[in-house]
């Protein structure tokens, strides 16, 4: 796939049942904001029949799609003969790869086995299940309704309608977890034979109720949780899952395309509310706001994208690294000789430069941030 002339499409859906104590993803779990549903879902499917709101960024022509990330919110609290007509609309509004990878996010509260038949029929292929963890005490702290045995269901679920790509999240530095409910996880994650496994470190995000109570919550510390994220890496590779980013994991050929496509700098129309774009060299989105979606209201400029920095910045979060030649490939010039001088200077546990390019280490990726603002 050429990053330059295709694209990811994600659509936004901004519905939770309720709101998870550490979240700050733009999601609405009021009655008043789910009543809005079917005007949302209606005002999606106009903007992916006309692309009249996004015309200034995106002029008259439609990318290619490479993939569909339907996400949210929780895309499986809508209902699903709806989401299955704005899966539907997106896929007959754009040119679509042979065998573009449509996945659709889906919470093991709301996910039943008729909600996947009808992803499943309207063209979805792959699953993103929000599990978190496999520990019950763990899941009730994150204010997780369903219990492990909803997840095993919903996967179960998910299986039996023909899904054969499904990714499971995990959570770590969570409230109340030790090495060993991490070990307990990970162990009862893989007997559920997924594909592909996204591991995410809790973030406490300002505004939210984890925020500001974080002095009451019983947090594991923070060397603790970078012993859990080698623990995790390790455990995950002798399960036969390969790393190909900082928080990703996936049976070979199972890397989710989509994330992929954002790491190599790709272009993608992001359509909803909070929804963010990245066009023709330019960054746009939608504000985060229901009612000027449903409204009507144009994405706003976010300004250039796709420059240099940003390039080297997204393929340093990745296994492969910084690959001179990809980033010939996609700037037509060799790479600034600066990144290389800059790679060479750091530890050599943390980076492994070769004439090829350089990488981050399983070491390096605990401390990305600072090293990659080092190598920038
Ligand atoms: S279900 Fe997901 S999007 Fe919704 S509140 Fe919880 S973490 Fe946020």
Redesign the pocket.
């Known amino acids: 796939m050429n990053p330059r002339n295709n694209a990811g499409l994600y659509l936004h859906l901004p519905f ?1 049942r309720s ?2 104590p550490y ?1 700050d ?1 733009y ?1 609405l779990s009021s009655r008043a904001a789910r009543e809005k549903t079917d005007a949302y879902l209606d005002a999606l499917c106009d903007e992916l029949k006309t692309g009249r709101r996004a015309a200034a960024f995106t002029g008259n022509g439609r990318p290619t799609l490479s993939s569909i990330y339907v996400g ?3 895309p499986s609290a809508v209902p699903a003969e709806k989401l299955a007509k704005v899966l539907e609309t997106a896929l007959c509004s754009f040119p679509v790869e042979d065998g573009a990878e449509v996945t659709v996010e889906a ?1 093991p509260a709301s996910a039943d086995g008729a909600f996947f038949r009808a992803m499943k029929a309207a063209g979805a292929n792959r699953i993103s299940l ?1 599990m978190q963890s496999a520990v019950d005490a763990e899941r009730r702290a994150l ?1 997780r309704t369903a219990g492990f045995d909803g997840v095993k269901r919903a996967v179960c679920a998910a299986r039996d309608a023909g899904f054969e790509n499904l990714s499971l999240d995990l959570m770590l530095g969570v409230p109340g977890q030790t090495a060993e409910s991490l070990e307990l996880s990970i162990a009862r994650c893989v007997a559920l034979a997924p594909e592909h496994i996204s591991a995410y470190l809790l973030q406490l995000e300002e505004g939210t109720p984890f925020y500001n109570r974080w002095d009451a919550l019983d947090l594991p510390e923070e060397d603790a949780v970078c012993d859990m994220y080698r623990a995790l890496v390790r455990r995950l590779r002798e399960y036969g899952f390969w790393q190909y980013e900082i928080s990703n994991f996936a049976r070979p050929g199972f890397e989710s395309r989509h994330n992929l496509n954002y790491w190599r700098c790709g272009q993608y129309l992001g359509v909803g509310a909070a929804a963010h774009s990245f066009l023709n060299g330019r960054r746009f989105y939608y504000p985060r706001d229901l009612d000027a979606f449903i409204a009507g209201g144009a994405p706003v400029d976010d300004g250039e994208g796709g420059t240099p920095d940003e390039f080297v910045m997204l393929a340093l979060r990745t296994t492969r690294g910084l690959v001179y030649r990809d980033y010939e490939a996609y700037f037509g010039a060799p790479a600034d000789q600066k990144y290389a001088a800059a790679a060479r200077r750091l530890p050599e546990k943390y980076v492994c430069v070769s004439d090829g390019g350089f990488a981050l280490s399983e070491e390096g990726f605990l401390l990305s941030n600072t090293l990659i603002a080092e190598i920038l």
């Open positions: 939770c709101k998870c979240c993803f999601s949210g919110g929780t919470n929000g204010g």
